[in-house]
């Protein structure tokens, strides 16, 4: 995958810039800035982020196809227990406080946030947790984000849904909407969706008047049959009841054991946040935040394809990523490393021999 990246940028020097900016984000430290940087100055990473021409789309299909790829391999190796595909959708905000003049359209205030909101589609099959797609909210009068969730769901390669096994669609409460639900059926998907304990029934009903898990119900602008349970959450002091809806007769428990499923798109945010600088961006055109945001999620798939094999404690829950580094080396690291070294002691020849020679 890293050798299919190279290509995307055609002159040495945005080969170079793209090097060190990934040696930054595979620190872990989750601050991949510019000014940490030793070999390539911060004006020069700016520049490869917002003015370089390198074909951002180009990455992206090498992203994509290797994501693929990657699917099909481990459907093969496992031909009669085929792991079921889900497909996660949720929206997470890239909180900001700064100005950002050209970023006007797309900072908003969304649920108290003031930020970037970004949809985003991830994908789950068996141990693998690809990240495939992402939509920008561009705020009210705009598609909402059910619209865009959908418009996602386009993306992905016919391949992919094909099977034995239906593809499964796992979202939250923001997602409920009559219009969403009748999309991903239309595609051929299952659905497990959170849903509001005022959604209203036929009958006049809400579903917080249901009082058995796994309840056959048909809400207000469906025609399907829908199954609801739900869960107590003891986050608080005051218990905290989450209902679940989905089109499948699964029963009440395991719905309700289904629905936590939607819970590992958090641990990629956070993972992806905390880890490899997602919303540290701080560029001043959309081509450099497009970019970041791109390379962020490559140095992700890196750390995950590269590591398939290692434990990662509680399912849904990634490693503590400094505990990995002092135990294992990703195989591709050090090739970057030893680069981006090399560059640097290049660097301080050329400035030493550039000083002049004492006289004895």
Known sequence: MYSDILPCFSRKQHRESFEVFLDLLLDGSGRPLPQR???????????????????????????????????QDWWRQQPHQRPRLELLV???????????????????????????????????CG???????????????????????????????????????????????????AEFIRGVLARGLDIVVGVRCTRKLEGGRQVRDLMVRG???????????????WVWLYRNKEPEQRFVMSNLDLGGKYLARLGKCRWRI???????KGRFGLERFAQHSKQGVMRWW?????????????????????????????????????SF????????????????????????????
């Open 215 to 229: 309840s056959l119900v048909k809400p207000t602008g469906l025609d399907h049959t829908m199954c609801v349970s």
């Open 127 to 177: 141990q693998l947790r690809l990240p495939w797609a992402f939509q920008i909210w561009r705020g009210k009068g705009t598609p909402s984000p059910a619209q865009l969730a959908l418009k996602l769901l386009r993306t992905v390669p016919s391949a992919l849904m094909s099977g034995k096994r239906r593809p499964r669609l796992h979202a939250d409460g923001g997602f409920e909407s």
């Open 266 to 272: 958090e641990a990629f945010f956070k993972t992806v």
């Open 37 to 71: 940087a030793t070999v390539k100055s911060p004006s020069a990473l700016s520049r490869f982020l917002n003015h370089a021409v390198w074909d951002t789309r180009h990455l992206c299909r090498v992203l994509r196809q290797h994501a693929l790829e990657t699917v």
């Open 333 to 360: 690291v050090p090739d970057v490393r030893r680069q981006a070294l090399q560059l640097e002691l290049d660097a301080l020849d050329a400035f030493q021999h550039a000083l002049p020679v004492p006289s004895t």
């Open 294 to 330: 791109c390379l962020s999620g490559t140095a992700f798939l890196l750390c995950h394809l590269q590591n398939l094999d290692l434990p990662v404690g509680r399912a849904g829950m990634w490693p503590d990523w400094g505990d990995l580094a002092r135990t294992v080396r990703f």
């Open 90 to 124: 949720d929206l997470t905000s890239l909180e900001k406080t700064g100005k950002f003049s050209e970023l006007a359209d797309w900072v908003h205030t969304f649920n108290s946030v003031h930020g970037v909101h970004l949809v985003v589609l991830y994908l789950c």
